[in-house]
């Protein structure tokens, strides 16, 4: 134990010279401007700036671009809040609450809660990476495809949350994401569905392109009807008003708790990511929620809960990467490849090996960390200022940003064409009442979904009980349909409830009518 | 105890939609159906489209009989502050116009990007924007047009080394 701090001090001592503190901040701001970008991913945005550090001392590297990550993540949130557009998978549950929050003139509350949840799980992640590594990876390796499943089954139970007003009208925007998901090359057989003989289509539709098509072109589309856009409460945008009430702490402190925690279990286990962490988070919160109504119009909670799940699994899905050599996320992977460019094997060997390395990383994590809480108390109120730019101007900056992202992704004009074709569906969504989230939520996790399905039952041979006889699978599929039935359930109980007060009622007004 | 009464709306958009729907997860079951529906290891390629499509098929219904019925007192006394669903195009007096130039030129922009290439396309957009949505002066609107380009081209093509297509139109 001695030994891990005595090394983790050393890591401090490393990630702290003046050249690794400024590949750091230039980290941080790179990624925060990377991350608000539509189009421009943390994946894309770490691999573009790989190529950079190619000649740079590969601790210094890491660390640059372990702060890339993090400010990514945030850059994400930032246009998640203020416009409705989720710069990331990861931050699509928090448009739910974070946009609300922001027409109601509490856009600086949103980003503070952000940022205080992010900080608070993003440190608890490190501290956990760093103490408990070996059993986070004992753990995860105890996760096959049944137990893959069911927690994206969990994952989809934030359905309930997004759904809003009617069921029918979420599952179906969760069905046809799920269906746009299937799109492409399909792994297992080697067959390309739906392509139609399209070359383009057979990597399937990227959720960048539907993102920033049905988020932001359907936001903008529909705020435009109205001159001046939506109306957006305009109120004090200093820094202290990012800062959350004492209520508000209150509310959302356990949030925050929990939400790291998901993060944590969820970001450890490779290839399930911060996006599946975030929406558990959400949906778990809205759950055990005293407010459940007020989920998806403002609940502070709703914005701590997924945005502290998303960073405890990024930090968490350095795990996998450090024990195990394994990427946990696209990002890790990016990271995985500069490991190699760099001539370091991910590993448990790489603390032996290179202590400096490893720990400083570990160091620069939280080091990071308090950059973004420093950088975010003074930057939200400028961002937060971005929304008193006129309307239609802002509309046409990010009508521009979304066309020169699409077509960055591969080069291909078609790509900027897709992108607002599924604007005006997003469009014609957000008229009708489809939930976008939902949309994305099934394109985001049915890949995943699907392929430990079928593995699942190829493992068993057909054999669907196979969900409910292993035990780590058996408890999550257990909570993830009690999770998509409960609110159903409680508003039968209300219902029923309501009607026999209302028939109580009725029969006291006969009663005292007939007696006159 | 008075529960006051909701009018029902019958949305023909919703109904639109909800036949749209139901329109897609037909054609889905008939694409999927041509995919092997099983296979050695376990569930082919056409399993999860084909049940998917029937989802759909059977939520369109759902969504046919909710678009079409008139809410009960049930409904409106529980969620109190649903807002009676609005008509699908709803303009302020005088918002149409900017609103259709606004869809037309985001629409040709991203037809033309490649064609016109990006400075151009951008500017085009621009000027558009700022002198018939935001009415600005024509000052302000060359401005942007003008320094919008040069800004987006530093930072994209040299800071972040994006791809971006310079001709045909380019300095």
């Known amino acids: 134990m001695i030994d891990v701090f005595q090394d983790l001090g050393n890591g401090f001592s490393v990630a702290l010279t003046p050249t690794n503190i400024l590949f750091a901040f230039i980290g941080v701001v790179a990624g925060m401007i990377i991350g608000a970008l539509p189009g421009i991913g943390t994946v894309v945005g770490v691999s573009l700036l790989l190529p950079l550090t190619f000649d740079m001392d590969p601790t210094s590297a890491i660390i640059m671009l372990a702060a890339i990550y993090y400010g990514a993540q945030y850059g994400g949130t930032i246009t998640s809040v203020l416009i409705n557009m989720p710069g990331e998978a990861a931050t699509v549950a928090t448009t739910l609450d974070g946009y609300q929050m922001a027409l109601q003139g509490r856009a600086a509350k949103a980003l503070g809660i952000a940022t205080i949840g992010s900080f608070i799980a993003g440190t608890v992640g490190v501290i956990v990476v760093t103490l408990l590594s070996p059993l986070l990876t004992t753990y995860a390796l105890r996760f096959g495809p049944p137990e893959y499943f069911a927690l994206i089954l969990l994952g989809f139970t934030a359905l309930g949350a997004v759904a809003g007003s009617s069921l029918a009208k979420g599952l179906t925007s969760v069905v046809v994401g799920l269906l746009l998901s299937t799109v492409g090359l399909d792994i297992m057989s080697g067959r390309s569905r739906f392509t139609f003989g399209e070359d383009w289509l057979i990597s399937g539709f990227s959720f960048l392109l539907v993102a920033i098509g049905v988020f932001g072109i359907g936001e903008i589309l529909d705020g435009m009807m109205t001159p001046g856009g939506h109306p957006i409460i305009k109120t004090s945008l200093s820094w202290r008003s990012s800062l959350p009430s004492a209520a508000e702490w209150v509310r959302s402190r356990w949030a925050i708790v929990r939400g790291t925690l998901i993060g944590l279990l969820v970001g450890a286990l490779p290839g399930a990511g911060s996006t599946l962490a975030s929406f558990i988070a959400y949906s778990v919160e809205r759950n055990v929620s005293k407010h459940p109504k007020e989920f998806g119009k403002g609940a502070i909670e709703g914005v701590a809960a997924p945005e502290s799940a998303n960073n405890s699994a990024s930090a968490a899905a350095m795990i996998p990467l450090l024990t195990l050599g394994v990427p946990g996320s696209g990002t890790t992977a990016v990271l995985l490849g500069g490991f190699l460019l760099w001539g370091l094997r991910p590993g448990p060997l790489l603390f032996t090996q290179h202590p400096d390395f490893a720990w400083g990383l570990i160091a620069s994590m939280y080091i990071g960390n308090v950059m973004l809480v420093l950088l975010n108390i003074f930057a939200t109120p400028l961002f937060a200022s971005l929304l008193w730019v006129p309307y239609a101007i802002q509309a046409a900056f990010v009508v521009l940003f979304s066309v020169v992202g699409a077509y960055s992704l591969n080069n291909n004009p078609l790509d900027v064409v897709v992108m607002i074709a599924f604007g005006i569906l997003g469009f014609a969504m957000k008229r009708l009442d489809y939930p976008a989230a939902g949309l994305i939520l099934g394109l985001v996790l049915g890949p995943l979904a699907e392929k430990s399905l079928r593995q699942s039952l190829t493992l068993s041979r057909g054999d669907w009980s196979i969900f409910f006889t292993r035990p780590i699978a058996a408890v999550l599929m257990v909570l993830a349909v009690a999770a998509l039935l409960w609110p159903l359930a409680r508003k039968a109980l209300v219902r029923s409830a309501r009607n026999r007060e209302m028939r109580n009622v009725e029969r006291e007004v006969q009663r005292s009518g007939g007696e006159e | ?171």
């Open chain 2, 1 to 171: 105890m008075l529960i006051l009464e909701r009018e029902g709306t019958v949305r023909i958009a919703e109904i639109v939609a909800a036949l749209c729907v139901a329109l897609f997860g037909a054609t889905t079951i008939a694409l999927a159906s041509q995919l092997p529906y099983g296979a050695d290891y376990g569930p082919g390629p056409g399993f999860l489209p084909f049940w998917l499509g029937i989802t759909l098929v059977v939520l369109s219904a759902f969504l046919l009989r909710d678009a079409v019925r008139t809410p009960s007192d049930a409904d409106s006394a529980e969620d109190p502050d649903a807002a009676s669903p609005a008509p699908f195009f709803h303009f302020v007096p005088g918002a149409f116009t900017p609103w259709l130039i606004f869809v037309v030129s985001t629409v040709t922009v991203s037809l033309l990007f490649e064609r016109l290439g990006f400075a151009l396309s951008t500017g085009l957009f621009m000027l558009v924007t700022m002198r018939w949505i935001a009415r600005q002066s024509w000052r302000s609107t060359i401005l942007f047009a003008v320094v919008t380009p040069i800004v987006l081209y530093i930072g994209f093509v040299r800071i972040l080394k994006v791809p971006i297509p310079l001709e045909p139109v380019w300095f």
